[in-house]
């Protein structure tokens, strides 16, 4: 398998690129910058991105993993395992995370394991990336009470949100009271609900959450980065490791 190993950290690329080279056949090409980056992907094409998550270019140099491999599966290495990173480092899209602590033998598992088309990340990890997923359903599926309506149920939803009893929804639509009671009562079987208090409730709830606007710093790894007055990008490093020739065959 062809991979690339982004790392600044020079001791720690040699090390990796040494631990991966020829195991299971696997090329290996590291990098230490964008432009690092950008000619090991002019020479080949990698199966699988290893990125150093202390790189301070992480974002971009993802970024042009995507746009010139957007096949290649990416593996963060070295990360904390801080809920609000790994969160962050799922939304791009990614097949492994591992953490500070993993040894040589876990990183050589975790690329056999993507690889074969698994995901390599710590089970607490996995565990709160299910976890929020089954949340997301469920407020998903929440939200999507209210547009299992009709759009006069919807109406009579509203008027019971803002207190009125049937009598003056019937008023209020010009429609027949017991017209009203049984659109309550579709309301409530649709809703599970056990009183027009509760679904009222329940409407209320659901427009304050549609209205409230994300809580915090949101976290975007795909951002592009705030370029040096003079408008170049930075240049940190050059390429430390010779393209294998099997890449350069492939290039040709």
């Not at 991966?20 to 090991?40: I, K």
Request: glycine fraction near 6%.
């Amino acid at each position: 398998m062809d991979i690339l190993l982004i790392s600044q950290v020079r001791i720690l690329r040699d090390a990796l690129v040494a631990a991966l080279q020829g195991v299971d056949g696997n090329q290996v090409c590291g990098a230490s910058s964008r432009e690092t980056v950008e000619a090991a992907l002019a020479a080949f094409a990698p199966a699988l991105v290893v990125v150093d998550a202390s790189h301070p270019e992480t974002a971009v140099l993802v970024a042009t993993v995507r746009g010139h491999a957007p096949e290649a599966k990416v593996v963060v290495l070295a990360a904390g395992e801080r809920d609000e990173e790994f969160l962050a480092w799922a939304d791009v899209g990614i097949a492994g995370y591992l953490g500070t602590d993993t040894s040589i033998a876990g990183l050589l598992s975790a690329v056999r394991r993507v690889g074969a088309g698994e995901v390599a990340c710590p089970p607490r990890l996995t565990a709160l990336l299910l976890n929020r997923f089954a949340t997301r359903s469920n407020e998903r599926a929440d939200r999507a009470g209210i547009f299992s309506l009709t759009a006069r149920e919807q109406e009579i939803a509203e008027l019971l949100a803002e207190g009125l009893s049937n009598k003056l929804i019937a008023r209020r639509l010009c429609v027949a009271l017991p017209t009203v009671k049984n659109h309550v009562h579709s309301i409530l079987e649709k809703w599970d609900c056990r009183s027009r208090g509760e679904a009222a409730a329940r409407h209320r709830r659901q427009v304050q959450d549609d209205a409230r606007p994300v809580a915090g710093k949101v976290v975007d790894l795909r951002a592009t980065p705030v370029l040096p007055a003079s408008g170049a990008p930075s240049r940190t490093g050059t390429m430390q490791h010779r393209v294998p020739a099997a890449f350069n065959q492939k290039a040709a």
